[in-house]
């Protein structure tokens, strides 16, 4: 079905894609799946990035989570696909298969066990708290979800059961046209309202950290339960007739479910508790202190001046003083010559 023609035949008999999953560039195919992916995760970061300092976080603090999340992320993601699907997927008989994940074959549930484990190791490391990161994590995979589930689109994977519903997409190929449920369009879109709702929710109306992390799986785990039962392609836990996402959709909605009804009922949350307001609250404290040690500084200043205005001044008018003083000593009168005459001799007289 890689190159089937998709149609949509609410959108007019006229509605035909017919395009390969992939393009070619320079010689080289790139699939369209790798990058709507990267698109998304671009998209969810820069969202992640402007949301930061609402959640008393910064942008390099997103950017370092990265680091530790996205590698394992797509690792686990992988691993997930790969041991569920390893006979249907042909593993055992093309392991280079395996890193090919370009060609599509990424579970979510699995990239999510693997960023929650690298957020983890994340906030020990760096001494952040957990909480505040992963609900801005949260929103940020949601943004990625909506927009990857197209990269399935690409593929013409993630459909669902045959239907006749007026919104089917049709897949046709050499045997002919069937119509399917769009699964990819129903998580796409779930995923758009449930990032919608907390957006709004986070910004005035979230009680503790971690609270829009809880509710992201849950919201996310109730969708995938009900979607995941009309896909064909389901991963199965090791031949049973249980499907992995399903289970593991269940557990995200009653240990997220649990917790949030556990706070509720157990616990009383102030503003104050939220870390965006301890950090707002310590930026105000340190602003205070700050301003307070520049008016110190100021008023140590203006005392500093004024003792030196005052030396000065003293300096001036002891030499003023002392100019008067060497102006008021009386002068000695001149001692005019004695001039000496010596009397005529009589002898001179004659």
């Not at 699939?31 to 942008?59: C, H, Q, T």
């Amino acid at each position: 079905m890689s190159d089937a023609i998709i149609t949509f035949p609410i959108l007019g008999e006229g509605f035909r894609l017919d395009f390969k999953p992939y393009f070619t560039l320079f010689g080289r195919n790139f699939y369209w799946y790798g990058v709507i992916i990267a698109v998304g995760f671009l998209l969810a970061v820069f969202y992640a990035m402007k949301r930061s300092r609402d959640f008393g976080l910064n942008e390099d603090s997103v950017i370092d989570m990265l680091i530790y999340t996205v590698p394992p992320a797509i690792i686990f993601a992988r691993i997930y696909y790969v041991i569920l699907y390893w006979n249907e997927g042909g593993y055992a008989k093309d392991i280079v298969s395996i890193i090919k994940i370009w060609e599509g074959g990424l579970a979510v549930y699995g990239g999510l066990i693997g960023g929650f484990l690298g957020l983890i190791l994340f906030t020990r490391v760096k001494k952040i708290k957990f909480g505040p990161m992963a609900d801005v994590g949260a929103l940020g995979m949601m943004i990625g979800q909506a927009i990857g589930r197209w990269g399935n689109f690409t593929n013409r994977e993630a459909y669902g059961v045959k239907t006749n519903v007026p919104w089917k997409m049709g897949l046709t190929n050499q045997y002919g046209t069937f119509y399917f449920h769009p699964c990819f369009l129903y998580e796409s879109l779930w995923n758009i309202l449930g990032l919608i709702l907390l957006h709004f929710y986070s910004k005035k109306r979230r009680k503790y950290d971690g609270q829009i992390f809880l509710m992201y799986i849950v919201w996310y785990g109730i969708g995938r339960l009900f979607i995941e039962s009309l896909r064909t392609d389901s991963l199965y836990l090791f031949g049973t007739g249980i499907r992995a996402s399903q289970l593991v959709a269940v557990i995200c909605i009653l240990l997220g479910g649990g917790v949030m009804i556990y706070n509720k009922l157990a616990k009383h949350y102030e503003p104050e508790d939220l870390w965006v307001n301890r950090e707002k609250k310590a930026e105000i404290i340190a602003a205070e202190e700050e301003a307070s040690r520049l008016k110190k500084l100021e008023i140590e200043k203006e005392e500093f001046d004024e003792e030196l205005s005052d030396a000065f001044r003293m300096l001036l008018y002891k030499q003023t003083v002392k100019d008067t003083e060497v102006e008021l000593i009386p002068e000695e009168p001149a001692v005019e010559p004695v001039e000496v005459f010596l009397s005529e001799s009589d002898d001179d007289k004659e």
